[in-house]
């Protein structure tokens, strides 16, 4: 069983930057793909970034250029650093271990 547990949500002006972290429980987190998804209130969730046990990266185009994706295996936690944030951006950001686990989510919202 692996948990996962998302900090650093909250509510900041556009343009401004927010720093979420995941910190996972369990010995499986640095061979393993970890991703952030969000959901913005009555849409779908949407990948947002993907970093590999490698270090590779991908991003969805609404956020490529502002937000990064990194890890830290020895500290079993996984970091989204975003930037110059829309109002678009906000959503119910979730931390996700590839094809197994989810975070309860953190909430992001960015005002205008």
């Known amino acids: 069983q692996v948990h996962l547990v998302e900090s650093g949500g909250g509510l900041v002006q556009a343009g401004g930057s927010l720093r979420l972290s995941c910190a996972a429980s369990g010995s499986i987190f640095s061979s393993r793909p970890m991703a952030w998804y969000r959901q913005p209130a009555g849409k779908q969730r949407e990948l947002v970034a993907l970093?590999?046990?490698?270090?590779?990266?991908n991003y969805a185009d609404s956020v490529k250029g502002r937000f990064t994706i990194s890890r830290d295996n020895a500290k079993n936690t996984v970091y989204l650093q975003m930037n110059s944030l829309k109002p678009e951006d906000t959503a119910v950001y979730y931390c996700?271990?590839?094809?197994?686990?989810w975070g309860q989510g953190t909430q992001v919202t960015v005002s205008s």
């Open positions: 970093i590999t046990s490698g270090g590779s990266t």
């Open positions: 996700v271990l590839v094809g197994a686990y």
